[in-house]
Nanobody, 131 residues
Framework: VQLQASGGGLVQPGGSLRLSCAPS????????VAWFRQAPGKEREGVAC????????IYGESVKGRFTISKDKSKNTVLLQMDGLKPEDTARYYC?????????????????????????WGKGTLVTVSS
């Protein structure tokens, strides 16, 4: 599965962006999908995930209340709506999905994971928040 993340760009603080993640083959409609981000010199950080049945969504502490993950099943894409952007949100954003079924991912008990649980990754899209 190849994933393509898009929608990044330059935005002023307080602004919004919507990222999209689309697969080259197969479907994400029934997959666990997560967004991670990595800023220069910093470790990878989990941003949000959505479970295979859409019942669970989990957000990183730093983005809670500002970001929303969802699936657009008509377009076979996973969206990350980012509102109230801050300079510290500046990073390259990656979408990822696990290969085999891993029902423990994106649950209240396990969380979204560190990233090692996900086999397929997009190349990322750069988000820059600056005035």
């Amino acid at each position: 599965v190849q994933l393509q993340a898009s929608g990044g760009g330059l935005v002023q603080p307080g602004g919004s962006l919507r990222l999209s993640c689309a697969p080259s083959t197969s479907t994400l409609n029934y997959a666990i999908v997560a967004w991670f981000r990595q800023a220069p010199g910093k470790e990878r950080e989990g941003v949000a995930c959505i479970s295979h049945n859409d019942r669970n969504t989990i957000y990183g502490e730093s983005v809670k209340g500002r970001f929303t993950i969802s699936k657009d099943k008509s377009k076979n894409t996973v969206l990350l709506q980012m509102d109230g952007l801050k300079p510290e949100d500046t990073a390259r954003y990656y979408c990822a999905t696990p290969g085999p079924v891993r029902d423990f991912l994106c649950t209240a008990s396990y969380g979204m994971g560190s990233g090692r649980e996900y086999e397929y990754w997009g190349k990322g899209t750069l988000v820059t928040v600056s005035s």
